[in-house]
């Protein structure tokens, strides 16, 4: 779980983060980064993923994988689940997150 600290929870802030954050793209997940003096994360999954039970699966592990990640890097990020991610492996899920926030983390 995600400290509140690192959380990234308004609307607004996450509308922002989407529209003039790097983005970086995988089959599982799309990236969107600004470079930041906190780190802070939000996660983002549409009902395209699957049921409420699905999508919340898919949440926390990416908020798991966000709370080990995040701390070593100085970026606001909002992570958006793709419908693969529901059917992907836990390690699947973890490596495609990595390397979307590598991606973003070298562009920002």
Do not use: F
Request: charged share 25%.
């Amino acid at each position: 779980m995600l400290p509140r600290a690192q959380r990234i929870v308004t609307p607004l802030e996450i509308r922002h983060l989407i529209r003039r954050g790097k983005k970086t793209a995988h089959a599982l997940v799309i990236c969107y980064a600004l470079a930041a003096d906190k780190p802070r994360a939000a996660v983002v999954v549409s009902k395209d993923v699957g049921n409420a039970p699905t999508r919340n699966r898919v949440r926390r592990r990416i908020r798991h994988i966000l709370a080990a990640e995040l701390p070593s890097r100085s970026l606001d990020v909002v992570v958006r689940a793709l419908p693969l991610s529901a059917s992907a492996s836990w390690l699947e899920l973890r490596d495609a997150t990595i390397s979307a926030l590598s991606g973003s983390s070298e562009r920002v």
